[in-house]
């Protein structure tokens, strides 16, 4: 008995099909978090979603093997999956046919300044913490100290 290889094509095709969905949810979720009948548990986690999601910078860099495409691959999908639950269905398919109008007018993609700032926060935070720790370990070790 002989086994097909999978098709490299259809299986592109099918990829780009689910990044394209991926890319229309979250500005579905970005119109769900505006409208009156979507209730504050969905807004807050479509807030966060969206604003992550839209946000110009990474919170785990793609730079970093591996992990860096973690947040992308993993996270912001399961995000969007978990937020659509909790969107009524009426709701819902208001917010997905106003994301279909937006891309069909190839309007630029929202943009989540707020988000980035937190995450550079985040980051700095970070770094001030390891200073906080190691900072003299490090100074020593580079003589300056």
Same mark, same amino acid.
């Given at each position: ?6 098709? #490299? #094509?259809? !299986? ?5 099909? +689910?990044?394209?969905?991926l %890319? ?5 979720? +970005? *119109? ?13 986690? =479509? ?13 785990i860099?793609? !730079? ?19 937020? /659509? ?6 709701? /819902?398919?208001?917010?997905? =046919?106003?994301?279909?109008? +937006? ?5 630029? %993609? ?5 988000? #980035? ?5 985040l980051?700095?935070? *970070? !770094?001030?913490?390891? +200073?906080?720790?190691f ?8 003589? #300056?100290?």
């Amino acid at each position: 008995m002989r086994r097909e290889k999978p098709d #490299a #094509a259809g !299986f592109t095709l099918q990829l780009r099909d +689910w990044a394209r969905s991926l %890319k229309a949810d979250v500005l579905a979720l +970005w *119109f769900c978090c505006k409208h009156p009948d979507t209730p504050l548990s969905a807004k807050i986690l =479509a807030t966060l979603v969206v604003a992550y999601a839209l946000s110009p910078i990474d919170l785990i860099p793609d !730079f970093i093997p591996v992990i860096g495409y973690l947040d992308d691959v993993i996270l912001i999908p399961i995000g969007i999956y978990f937020t /659509l639950k909790l969107v009524p269905q009426h709701v /819902l398919e208001e917010c997905r =046919a106003k994301a279909r109008d +937006w891309i069909a007018a190839r309007q630029p %993609k929202p943009k989540s300044i707020i988000a #980035a700032v937190v995450i550079m926060v985040l980051w700095m935070l *970070f !770094f001030a913490l390891l +200073w906080q720790y190691f900072g003299a370990d490090v100074m020593r070790l580079l003589g #300056a100290a």
